[in-house]
């Protein structure tokens, strides 16, 4: 009796350190998640910023672009590690997003004032970044 009392313990003991394990592995990828998003944030606001003080005129090498290209290449990154690390449905918001601040900061701007052009693509990807994160 002693023998199945001590094996029923272990067992229990075991399974007790698993789901301590498994509550522990989960909340590391949600915290891994919420970095991931707050790091995307992160470099859409400077890319933002870099789109708001883009000159009418600017060359390579100048000093905005300077300012501009590390800024697009961060957001590019983080866009990929949503990608990868987050929930497939903030994917696509994400991806749609840093597409629009790509244009914003690049193109030629019509009549739109650059926050009109991204209010919308930006409360998307808040809006499933809430859902995505429990």
Not at 2 to 9: E, G
Request: contains cysteine; glycine residues 4%.
């Amino acid at each position: 009796m002693t023998y199945l009392t001590q094996r029923t313990t272990q067992r229990a003991a075991d399974r007790a350190e698993e789901r301590r394990r498994a509550a522990a592995r989960t909340e590391e990828r949600r915290a891994e998640q919420i970095r991931t998003v707050l790091e995307f944030i992160r470099y859409a606001l400077e890319a933002e910023g870099v789109a708001h003080a883009r000159p009418a005129r600017w060359e390579v090498g100048d000093d905005w672009y300077v300012t501009a290209r590390p800024a697009m290449d961060g957001l590019r990154i983080a866009e990929k590690s949503v990608e990868l690390l987050c929930a497939p449905g903030l994917h696509s918001p994400a991806t749609a997003y840093a597409r629009a601040l790509n244009q914003a900061v690049w193109q030629e701007r019509d009549e739109v004032t650059v926050a009109e052009q991204l209010e919308s693509f930006k409360a998307e990807f808040l809006n499933a970044a809430r859902r995505g994160l429990p």
